[in-house]
């Protein structure tokens, strides 16, 4: 357990240290480039949704995603961990 939570802290600290060390940089992702890219194909074309949340800043938007990602990998890998180990169970049972 200790050593599960001073991995997840180092993630944590890992995914904040860009923030931290280049404060005034533009981490674009693929969102803006598209946005950028329908706007020059067709000018006048509105969005139909809008967003609930809009991040700050672009670091922060793309901090979020890897968190995010982080999170689902986190929760694939438990769920991987949980039926390898139930099949060493039942190797070991037989």
Known sequence: MKRS????????????????????????????????????IAPHYQPWAQTIFEPPGGEVETLLF???AAVGAGIIGYIIGVYKGRANKREEAK
């Open 5 to 40: 939570l001073l991995l997840l802290v180092f993630a944590v600290l890992l995914t904040a240290a860009p923030l931290l060390f280049i404060p005034h940089s533009d981490f674009g992702g693929t969102d803006g480039q598209a946005e950028k890219t329908i706007q020059v």
């Open 66 to 68: 890897s968190v995010q």
